[in-house]
């Protein structure tokens, strides 16, 4: 696990200066603490910071092919690798290192960009062909490892996260305003979009190759889940195809030449993980959990009866008010504007894992994989109801109804009328992104500070969890949620939070639920064996009822975020007002600071229940404290505008997915 970052300039002989790339380099050396290295070739330079986790006395990188024509930066695992070099091998390519990171340059020899259909794992690397003058740059099927670019008309700058490009000191930190509605939309920047104009993520499950003369060109995607749900099998068919497929998965994650554990939150999905884990490691498992002073929130006791069970070494520790102290902390290693509150228990629990490993095994992405959130139970009912009402009564009944009718969001969910005739009204891709918002128009509009909204020209945060949602048959909705959530959630916060508090320690965090052939098979599994009778990953438990203890699998889900609800009524009452409310707040520009005072005020009054809104408004006041200091967030925000207004360049238009 490392951080990559790199330039490629459109003037071939324009020289690369070291000190700019070392520069690039040592601003995510915390990702790769133990080595450095650098490519440069007129025009081009690469970078690499080294967490040495396999081969560790030579696979430092760059690494290149026989005659160094070839060089790649790899961040991530590829756990199939000793299969592709012993095909390789044969085919008489010679190698001269043990790591996964070669099978790169020599898996390119073979068949081009097209390498990353072969490779099984979680990687971003960049890949350099100095004879065809051309830079591939490439990221895995689920977006597990990030990769972010910027380019205008004379280079192409890319890292493992934005600092490493905000490092260059020709690139320009302008706001993009629509990325900045996704985030007050969402709580993260989503899709391919970056919170900086002329930067932008490279989406998960594709390749972008430029050159010199081509800087511009648009990322190709080669792989995306198909829900394709297959009738034929049983229920217990599915569940012995997915222990086989799982603990395959399992034993291919363990592989490491370090110390290596597991995150235990005591839930199902990293108690299968450890279940699976249990006898396979030198002495005993190692495992690592994060709890909370309010019991409603914690769930050490589950954590505890698992370790119990299979005999782990196990190390907990309790998040305390005070942990919101690690806000500016936070900040830097996030870059962008991150509001999924469990970033701080994350960061915590990666912290006390990285004192004793450097390799842990994480339940993420169970629930996306067979249907585990509270949320697809209640929106199947939702989406029942919706399929025996005429359309044009959602519309045009519902819909104005939903309008007019009075918010309380300080009731339970199933007592909520406006959300649910909100979501009655709309088609089922629209229903479901407003399901997921934090803040839903119009009040978002009515946050964003003045001037800034005509600016987004009729942008859509919703538009992108819609296009996924529809990729699916409308008769399978559950099937839609998964792949929305596999296209928008989970790359774009779950696995944001998941890297940068694994990589912010030096930790590398592997997801074996993420796997891309356990999530093809779990996609082909029926809808009606993931969610039954309103129990959620139905299939999934079952699958481990004589493994797990009943107290672990059936009971209800907890999340791992912080109360942060109570906390912004006491602990974190004076850094809002201070943050978000002082007049001479740089945030103030951003949004209007009135709105967001009487959002505030009526929290606290209990007239209102706002925690998630109020904790993004924190995060964002801290954000530009931190990264639009240079210069007043009024007068950045101002040439975005300009440019947002115009729909961004070509540039960063042909940036996105086709």
């Known amino acids: 696990m490392c951080g990559i970052a790199g330039v490629l300039y459109a003037a071939p002989s324009r020289p690369v200066d070291f000190a700019i790339l070392k520069a690039m380099g040592d601003s995510i050396a915390h990702r790769g603490p133990d080595a450095e290295g650098f490519w440069i070739d007129p025009g081009l330079g690469l970078v690499h910071r080294r967490l040495s986790i396999i081969d560790l006395s030579s696979g430092d990188q760059p690494i290149g092919n026989e005659d160094g024509s070839i060089q790649v930066v790899f961040n991530g695992e590829i756990y199939n690798y000793q299969s592709l070099r012993a095909e390789l091998t044969a085919k008489g390519h010679r190698f001269k290192t043990q790591s996964d990171t070669e099978v790169l340059v020599h898996l390119y020899e073979e068949m081009g960009e097209r390498l990353v259909e072969r490779l099984r794992g979680m990687f971003a690397f960049a890949l350099w062909d100095h004879k065809q003058r ?120 363990l592989l490491a030449d370090v110390p290596l554990g597991a995150m235990l939150s005591g839930g199902v999905d990293s108690s299968v993980v450890v279940a699976h884990c249990a006898g396979r490691t030198e002495g005993p498992l190692q495992t690592f959990s994060m709890g909370f002073q309010d019991e409603g929130f914690s769930e050490l006791p589950y954590a505890r009866q698992v370790a119990r069970q299979f005999g782990t070494r196990h190390e907990e520790e309790i998040v305390t008010p005070d942990a919101v102290g690690l806000l500016d902390e936070l900040t830097h290693y996030y870059d962008e504007p991150f509001a999924d509150s469990s970033a701080i228990p994350t960061y915590l629990v990666c912290r006390l894992a990285s004192r004793s490993v450097k390799v842990v095994l994480s339940g993420d992405g169970g629930d996306e994989a067979f249907g585990g959130y509270a949320r697809y139970a209640h929106d199947l009912r939702e989406a029942a109801i919706r399929r025996w009402l005429p ?205 967001a005072e009487k959002l505030f005020r009526s929290h606290c009054a209990g007239t209102g229940k706002h925690g998630n809104v109020l904790w993004s408004l924190l995060v964002l006041a801290r954000w530009t404290e931190r990264y639009l200091r240079a210069e007043t967030a009024t007068a950045r925000a101002s040439r975005g505008l300009q440019t947002a207004v115009c729909k961004s360049s070509t540039l960063i238009d042909s940036a996105r997915t086709r």
């Open 134 to 253: 051309r830079l591939l740059l490439a990221r895995d099927r689920l977006g597990i490892k990030p990769l972010y670019f910027y380019r205008d008309e004379e280079k192409f700058v890319f890292g493992s996260e934005l600092k490493a490009i905000l490092a260059h000191p020709g690139v320009q930190r302008e706001l993009n305003v629509e990325a900045l509605e996704s985030y007050l939309a969402f709580g993260m920047v989503t899709g391919a979009q970056a919170i900086f104009q002329r930067a932008a993520k490279l989406p998960c499950g594709h390749v972008l190759t430029v050159d010199h003369a081509s800087l511009g060109r648009p990322a190709r995607r080669y792989w995306q889940l198909r829900v394709e749900p297959d009738e034929r099998p049983s229920a217990l068919d599915w569940q012995e195809a997915i222990r086989a497929k799982l603990d395959e998965t399992v034993r291919l994650h």
């Open 391 to 595: 359309r044009w009564f959602r519309r045009f009944g519902l819909g104005p109804l939903a309008r007019i009718w009075p918010k309380a969001d300080w009731l339970p969910r199933v007592l909520r009328a406006k959300t649910l005739l909100t979501n009655l009204s709309l088609d089922g891709g629209a229903a479901y992104a407003n399901t997921l918002a934090l803040c839903r128009p119009p009040l978002r509009r009515r946050l964003l500070g003045p001037g800034l909204a005509v600016a987004l020209n009729g942008h859509g945060p919703a538009d992108y969890v819609r296009a996924a949602f529809e990729t699916v048959s409308p008769r399978d909705p559950l099937g839609g949620m998964i792949a929305a959530d596999v296209a928008t959630v989970l790359p774009d916060d779950f696995l944001v939070k998941t890297d940068r508090a694994s990589m912010a320690h030096g930790l590398e965090m592997r997801p074996p639920l993420l796997d891309h052939e356990l999530l093809e098979l779990a996609a082909r599994i029926p809808s009606r064996f993931k969610v039954q009778r309103r129990q959620t990953k139905w299939i999934f438990k079952q699958a481990y009822s004589q493994r797990l203890p009943a107290e672990v699998l059936w009971r209800k889900k907890h999340g791992f975020e912080i109360p942060i609800d109570n906390w912004l009524k006491g602990p974190l009452r004076p850094m809002f007002e201070d943050c978000v409310l002082n007049r001479q707040a740089r945030v103030g520009s951003l949004v209007d600071q009135g709105v």
